[in-house]
């Protein structure tokens, strides 16, 4: 059973006599720095100069300045910039300037686990890694609630880190709804699996693959982006809500006896075995050597695939249904 921490067992006033600095003001970055100075923590944003986030950062009421500076003036240093920008980022702007018992923190272990980024021995080095996006890490932060967290300590140089940690989860609201301990490299291989496999990967390519063979065998393709992608959010919610039990409650029995009878024809042998091969080419460093590899020269697979994907029928008929939804227009 994993160790959960709350509220109680943190303590926010570690934070107290500290500044932390947050590298990037994007979807994390936004929501870890307004959520920390909304809880009282002194927070300053490190960007670059002529950063399109720089001016949402500084609209937002807070302090912005480049990333060396505000290194220089914090004690923690949280690194909220894509993964594949952060070795860099970390040789020139940030290493340089670190101290001995300052603490450096990822929302992610990727440049930790796979040696990217190897840090002195005389700092601590810990995770605080929402489980959610980071805009409804913020949304849910303002409505009064957390989005659950993983905690991990890779370095204790000064025998404080994890409560270091557990003191930030509780200043982005994470403590609020639970906190789990883990590994970073446990948390970077099952978060790129999941990614990979199920949430990102898996999802978008059965969502297209129920797509094709409705319209291809003649159906309306506005009917089959209903049943194959608009509707994933009603199923989805009952899964999150409740598990596959309240979506099996839910939904109709004709419903229910088709998933059991069919969706294992779907989701079938080969498909667990290509599983298994993609969480061992995380595990091996295959896949972050590939991304990695991909990042230094320009992302050539990257765009292709990523205009290809756009030109899929689907991207079309979307955008006019979702015109409809008024709601969705904001
Ligand atoms: N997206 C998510 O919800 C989740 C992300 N994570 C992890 O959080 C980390 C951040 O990811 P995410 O929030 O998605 O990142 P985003 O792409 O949303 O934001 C990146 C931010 O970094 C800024 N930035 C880019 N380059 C630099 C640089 N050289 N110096 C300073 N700032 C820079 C960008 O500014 P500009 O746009 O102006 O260039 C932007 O503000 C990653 O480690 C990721 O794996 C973990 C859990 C969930
Ligand atoms: C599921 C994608 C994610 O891992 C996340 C939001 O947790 C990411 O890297 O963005
Ligand atoms: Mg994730
Ligand atoms: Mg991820």
Redesign the pocket.
């Known amino acids: 059973m994993a160790k959960m921490f709350y509220e109680k067992d943190a303590n926010l006033n570690l934070l107290s006599e500290k500044k932390v600095a947050v ?9 870890h720095a307004l959520n920390l100075k909304e809880s009282g923590v002194d927070v300053v944003v ?3 100069k ?5 001016t ?2 500084k609209e937002a009421g807070l302090m912005v300045m ?2 060396s500076e505000a290194v220089k003036r914090s004690q923690i240093v949280m ?5 594949e ?2 070795r ?2 970390y040789e020139t ?1 940030i290493a340089p300037y670190l101290e001995e018992g300052d603490a450096l923190a ?3 272990g ?2 930790i686990h796979f040696g990217q980024i190897v840090p002195p021995k005389n700092i601590d080095v810990f995770m605080v ?9 913020r949304r849910v932060f303002t409505e009064g609630q957390g989005v659950p967290a993983l905690v991990a300590v890779q370095q204790d140089f000064t025998g404080k880190a994890k409560d270091l940690a557990l003191a930030y989860a509780m200043g982005i609201g994470a403590a609020r709804a639970g906190v789990i301990e883990t590994t970073f490299k446990e948390e970077t291989e099952t ?1 790129l699996f999941g990614e990979q496999a199920v949430l990102c990967g898996g999802v978008t390519e059965l969502i297209k693959a129920g797509f094709d063979t409705l319209t291809e065998a003649g159906y309306q393709p506005e009917i089959a982006y209903f049943e194959c992608l608009h509707e994933m959010k009603l199923i989805v919610d009952l899964l999150y809500e409740g598990g596959l039990e309240k979506m099996r409650y839910s939904v109709s029995d004709t419903a229910e006896y088709g998933d059991y009878m069919v969706g294992k024809r779907i989701v079938n042998e080969d498909t667990r075995k290509e599983m298994k091969k993609v969480l061992q080419e995380i595990q091996n460093g295959e896949f972050a050597k590939n991304w990695l590899t991909e990042n230094t020269v320009n992302r050539p697979v990257f765009n292709a695939i990523k205009k290809q994907e756009l030109e899929h029928p689907l991207t079309k008929v979307g955008q006019n249904l979702r015109n409809m939804m008024s709601w969705l227009n904001k």
């Open positions: 590298i990037g003001y994007g979807s994390q970055g936004h929501a490190g960007l670059y002529g950063s399109k986030s720089w949402k950062a480049e990333t690194v909220l910039v894509p993964d920008k952060q860099q980022l702007e990822f929302a992610h990727f440049n890694a929402p489980k959610g996006p980071g805009h409804l890490v978060d």
